[in-house]
Structure formats: C-alpha cells, structure tokens
C-alpha cells in the first residue's frame, strides 16, 4: 500500500474544493441574475464527485459537508437564482473542507491546521483588538494558500537542474555519432582498398565482411540520429513542462482576496462588487506567496476604511455598492500588484499630523499629497502594534504591506483623490515569469522580445531607412519612428545589410521604436529569469531565458527598448575576447556565462575536460575557465594538456572549484594555471579584473 494513502485523493480534492468555492462566488456576483442554473448544476456534479472519492478514502466528514451543499443546491438545479441563505450555508462548509483536505497527509512536525471554528475564532479576536472588522476563517484559509503556493517547488528545481544535466550529456552523445562516422569512412576505405583486382577466395570473404560492415555502421548512424533527436525533442517537451509548473498564474490569488472582500464586507453590512484582471500572468510561486498576505490586509481595510455605506455613497451620486479590483500587470523586469478602490479616499490631514509625529521628513515648498504621506509613513517604519488605529479613517495595516515589500524588495506606490478611492502598488521584481515571445537573430546575436509589445512585423530594403538628426529611422504609419539594429542593442555594432532588413515594431505606452534584424525566428512561450544582481546590464536588458540546449538567452525589454538612445549604423563590430568555460554543472556554466556576457565577452560553453579540449583545438580563445573537479578529465589534466600543445601553451587558464586547501592551490599552479578562485569566495568583481589582465 502506498505510504501516502490521501496522495491521489488530496489533489482531487483541492481541485474540486477551488471549483466549488470560484463556483459559488460567482453565484454569489449574479445573485439575482436568474441565469444561473447551468452553473448550479456543474457545481452539483463536483460536490457528487467530491462526496464519492471522499468516502473510498473513508473521508466522512468531508463526504458529509459535500453532500449537504448537494442539498443547499439541488433546489436551484433548474430555476437558477441561487438564494443569499444558501450561499451563506455553503461557504462555512468549503472551508471546513479545505482545511481538512490540506491535513491530511501532513508530516508529523507540520504547523498544524486550525479547524474553521478556530481560524475564525483566533482571527477575529486579533481584528477586533485592532478595532477592524472581524477576521473569517477564509483568511487563515488565505494563509494556508500561501504557505501551500511554496510546496514542492524543491522538487521542481531539481527537476529542471536534472532535465538541463541531462541534455547536456546529450549533447556529448551526440558528439559520438561524428567518431561512428569517422569509422563508417574507414569502413569504405577497406572496401576500395579490396576491390576486384585481389585474388582467392579469402579476399572475397573480407569484401563481403567489409562491405556488411559498412551497412550495418550505416543502420547504426541513421537510428542513432533518429533516437538522439527523439530523445532531445522529448526532453525538450519535460523541460518546457517543468518550467511552466515552476510557475503558478496570479489567478491563483484571486478567489481568496474575493473571499476576503466578500466576508469583510458582510461583517460590516456593506455591498461591494469585485474586479479581477490580469490572471494570466505566470510568476515565480515565492512572489505569489509573498504578496498575498500584503494583497489580503489591503483588501480587507479598503472595505472597512475606505467604501462608504451604502447610504453615504447615494447621497455624493455613488452607486451604493462599492468597488475593489485586484489587478496584476507585467512590466519587463517587475510585476506589479494593484489594489484600487471607489471609496472616499485618504485623509491627508490626518496622515500628514502622523508623518510629522513620526519626524518623516515632509517636502519642501508644497503640501504632500496623501500617497506621498503614506510612503513616507512605510520608509520610517510602523509599529506593529498600534498601526490600524493610528492612521485615521484607513486602517491600512502598513505594517504587513512594508514587511512584504521588505522581503521582494518591492516599490511601494500610493495614489488617493478625496472621494474617488485610493491605489496602492507593490511593484515587485520578478524571479521568474513566464510569457510568448518573438525571438529575433543576426549575425550571431539572439534575443527575444515579449510578444505583446510587438505591433508589426516588416521588411525593409536599404532605401527605407532614413537618416535623421536624432539617428536612423524609418517611415512607420504616417510618421517616423527611431530604427536601431538588435546588434547595436546588444553592442556589437551593426553589420552591413546590403540586402533587405527583417524589422519590428516595437511599442511601449504608446512610443515606437523598429527594431533591425537579418531574420525573425519564432514564436514561442519562455520562462523569463532576472539577470544576475553580481551582473549589471544595461536596461534595455529585461531578463534572460533558456533556449532549446539549455543556453542563456537575452529578453529585451520594450521600455528599455523605446528609450534607448540612437545608434549610428556601422558596418565593422569590434572584436570581442572570446573565452572558453569547462565546466560540468549547468548552473556554474550557466552564471559564469551571465557575467562574462554581460562584461563584453563571447563565451563558448563546455561540458568537460575532453570537449574543452576539442573546442579548444577547433577555435581560437583569448582564456580558459576550468573547473577542476570532473568526470573523466579534470581541470589539472586539462590545463597540463593545454601546457604541452603549441598552439594552446600561451592562452592563460584560470581554475574557479570547491576545491580550495594550500595543496589544490599548488597543484594549480605547478601545471599552469594563471589564477585559482575557490567557488565559495566567489567574487564576480575580482573574476572580471583578473580576466582582464590576462586577456590585455
């Protein structure tokens, strides 16, 4: 029997429990609408199949609480028009439910559970201590989800390091099929060498031999390009899947900050509706976790603080139902988490007596408005103690939304207009996002662009590119727009096209910009990671991805991308260093990469000695990092080969290892070695200036 017995069960549940509870907010949106009957009836099925599967796993508390809200739905099943009191039977239940389908499984030193009663208990006494309105249980259901957004995300990360490791020993199996071809030719020559001309019948038995030799080596490299570009093309596939299930979409937050309004608003007797948009976009779960503790306080003292009653709105021309929306907007290298509401603002007079109580430093010469007050507010610090009653007529809770923005490092940005409602911003910086984009090529520069900012794709002759007093440019709509070669982007300079040049437009609110390049690639969806902290680039740059073979790729971003100043075509790039990294861990080569790139640098990757070797007999480098420790050849034998070849003894080789007593170190530099770096002092400033040094 298997050691988790609820494993298949747990995740059945989650699914149907997030159906029926989406399901009956929805009813509870449309309350009224009388066109819900369709709805009632998928949401019965999911509480039938939740029933059955929770009492084969001898779940009966569960299988009870679906079967009753079979009972408070079946009356609507054809008339639709769901009444408030079932809703309100309903709700208690799913998150009766919710919780207990989360403990089940849970190891031994797991945080336990509360019971609904008691997350609703524990909740409500900390919100009426801070003179809030009361917590309900969704809201430790809503810390649970983020606690749960952060599972297993481990386990995916060592998915993906082994899918990249192992295509990257695919790429050295793939490298033996040129040695079965080289004996395939040997094979041929032993048949020329025995052709007809020899004598005796022992000639003839080796002709035979050979030439089935010859065939059988033919079979054999014909299968193993076929296995070799399966076995890459399925790979491929687990790699892309693995990545997206890295990644969780900012729906996910949605139904438990509606759930949250809802209840807060009930609680204080007022009617509000609620807006959701952008749940498509697909970020690092960590980020997701984060932000919603932040999401949820800021949605709750909206209701309580910042909607009117219902009968103060009618009076200023309000509709009497207020309004929240969660929004959620990618912007190339961040992400940002809206809140906004219709109500009656900040009170900025009040803000700016606690700013002054606090000794904020306040601007000079104009009075600040209420966002100003309230940032400055988050950047001195907020008692956790005595916060919700201290800003007067908001309850903002500040001390939640700074500790979030303190973890992600995150903008905080606060806009309020008296009785026109308040928005604040938590702009976050992403780790991981993922979106389709436009990846575009020339002269060995690649790079891809978000495909939303993309207006138009064109081909351009010689002729239609303008010089003008600010730069290159093309005639675009009626009007003309900046063009800039992706090479320039990237500061290669700009090769001759005497041909025609493949161009796209590029737009970032509402400003133009055409980008050349000698041809467009594709489409594709990418996982986007931030370029490293330790490797400042320009900000054109927005990210970098991994292509099919596991090499970083350059993401531009289109703010970045209009705001880049014009560059003059010219048709000879300057030469780069290039420099050979060995390596056999795809996260050393791949960071090491990053930082050399980004300096200015081409680098060629290889995955151990033997194929550093090859590559550096094949091209001509400027420097060599090693690592030491690796399979087969190490990065000791490596350089004593490098030392005893003509054409490689004067390319200076540095060792970067784990690998740091006195003893590694002299061995290092008895056979060559020009620096020695230990990975654990690693130090990309002190990597790039001993670089530098050996190159010039």
Known sequence: MSADPYKYFRLEARELVDRLHAGVLDLDRNLGSGSSAELVRTLLRAAHTLKGAARAVRQLEIADHAHAIE???????????????????????????????RALGRPPDAEPVPAAGAAAGAASAAAGAAGAAPRPASEALAIEDARSLR????????????????????????????????????????????????????IADARATAAQLAGALGDIDRSFDTASARLDRELRGVHD?????????????????????????????????????????????????????????????????????????????????????????????????????????????VLRAEAVRRGAMLPVGRAPTAGELVELL?????????????????????????????????????????????????????????????????????????????????????????????????????????????????????????????????????????????????????????????????????????DADGTPQLVLDPAGLVAAPPHALSADPPARPRILVIDDSVT??????????????????????????????????????????????????FIEQTRHDPALRDIPAILVTSRASPADRARGREVGARGYIAKGQFDPAALLDQIARLVA
């Not at 990360?157 to 080289?182: N, P």
Request: glycine share 12%; hydrophobic share 45%; proline share 6%.
């Open 378 to 546: 988050l950047r001195g610090g907020i008692s956790t103690s005595a916060t919700v009653t201290e800003i007067a007529g908001r309850g903002i809770g500040l001390d939640v939304v700074r500790d979030a923005a303190a973890r992600l490092g995150a903008g905080v940005h606060v806009a309020s207009e008296p009785g026109g409602g308040t928005t604040f911003e938590l702009d976050v910086p992403v780790s991981l996002a993922s979106f389709d984009a436009l990846t575009v090529a020339d002269t060995g520069a690649v790079a891809a662009i978000p495909l939303s900012a993309v207006r138009r794709a064109l081909r351009l002759a010689p002729g239609d590119i303008v010089t003008t007093p600010t730069g290159p440019a093309i005639v675009y709509d009626g009007g003309v727009i900046p063009f800039i070669p992706l090479t320039a982007v990237l500061g290669r300079g700009t090769p001759a096209h005497p041909g025609a040049w493949s161009a796209v437009v590029v737009e970032d609110r509402g400003k133009l910009i055409a980008l050349g390049a000698g041809r467009l690639v594709g489409t594709a969806t990418i996982v986007v990671r931030p370029v490293p902290e330790l490797a400042p680039c320009d900000p054109v740059i927005g990210g970098a991805s991994l």
């Open 241 to 349: 899947a693995a990545e997206q299930l890295r990644l969780v979409p900012a729906s996910a937050l949605f139904t438990a900050l509606e759930r949250s309004a809802r209840d807060a608003a009930r609680a204080l007797g007022k009617d509000i509706g609620f807006d959701r948009r952008g749940g498509e976009v697909r970020l690092d779960a960590r980020v997701l976790a984060a932000v919603q503790p932040a999401l949820v306080q800021l949605v709750r003292n909206a209701i309580a603080h910042g909607i009117e009653p219902a009968a103060e709105r009618q009076r200023v021309g309000k509709p009497a139902a207020g309004r929240i929306a969660i929004e959620v907007e990618r912007r190339a290298r961040r992400v940002v988490f809206r809140c906004r509401d219709d109500g009656r603002g900040l009170d900025v007079e």
């Open 588 to 637: 050393t080569r791949t960071l090491e990469q990053s930082i050399l790139e980004s300096a200015g640098y081409e680098v060629d990757l290889a995955v151990s000695g033997e194929d550093g070797l090859a590559r550096a007999r094949a091209a001509r480098y400027a420097l060599f990092l090693v690592d030491v420790e690796m399979p087969g050849m190490d990065g000791f034998t």
């Open 71 to 101: 009972g408070a739905l079946e009356p609507f099943r054809d008339a639709g028009g769901v009444s408030r009191a079932a809703i309100e039977a309903i709700l208690p239940r799913l998150d009766d439910m919710e919780l207990r389908v």
């Open 151 to 202: 599972a297993e995300i481990g386990d995916m990360d060592t998915v993906l390091d082994g899918v990249a490791e192992t295509r990257a020993a695919l790429g050295m199996v793939r490298r033996l099929g040129g040695q079965i071809e080289q004996v395939h030719r040997l094979a041929e020559l032993v048949v020329s060498q025995l052709a007809p001309g020899g004598a005796g019948a022992p």
